[in-house]
């Protein structure tokens, strides 16, 4: 079992920051990759980002790159997400998830097994 928990969500201003934290136990071992989410009221679990535990390559959706960066501690027990210049469509409730398995590119909903409980962000004009 992996079990993860977000935190350091909250109300923000446009233009402002926040970083999102993703505090990882268990048997983070077998961790081969992670990533973040976000979900809207009404709407779909949208892909923000992920990391190659391995390699620690990282990828960033087009609706956040630039703004947003994923990283994660030396010893491996924390994964993150800065987010800066934060705009009313971040509004969501944002997930982190780790998978175990090879061969699949780590962007989908359906390549993560594990998954936190969320934080909210709002975003407020």
């Known amino acids: 079992q992996v079990q993860l928990v977000e935190s350091g969500g909250g109300s923000v201003q446009a233009g402002g920051s926040l970083r999102l934290s993703c505090a990882v136990s268990?048997?983070?071992?077998?961790?081969?990759?992670m990533g973040w989410f976000r979900q809207a009221p009404g709407k779909e679990r949208d892909w923000v980002g992920s990391i190659d535990i391995n390699d620690r390559i990282t990828y960033e959706a087009d609706s956040v790159k630039g703004r947003f960066t994923i990283s994660q501690d030396s010893n491996k027990n924390t994964l993150y997400l800065q987010m800066n210049s934060l705009t009313p469509d971040d509004t969501a409730m944002y997930y982190c998830?780790?998978?175990?398995?090879?061969?699949?590119?780590?962007?989908?909903?359906?390549?993560?097994?594990?998954w936190g409980q969320g934080t909210q962000v709002t975003v407020s004009s």
């Open positions: 998830a780790a998978d175990y398995r090879y061969g699949h590119s780590c962007r989908r909903q359906q390549d993560f097994y594990y």
């Open positions: 268990g048997y983070t071992y077998s961790v081969r990759c």
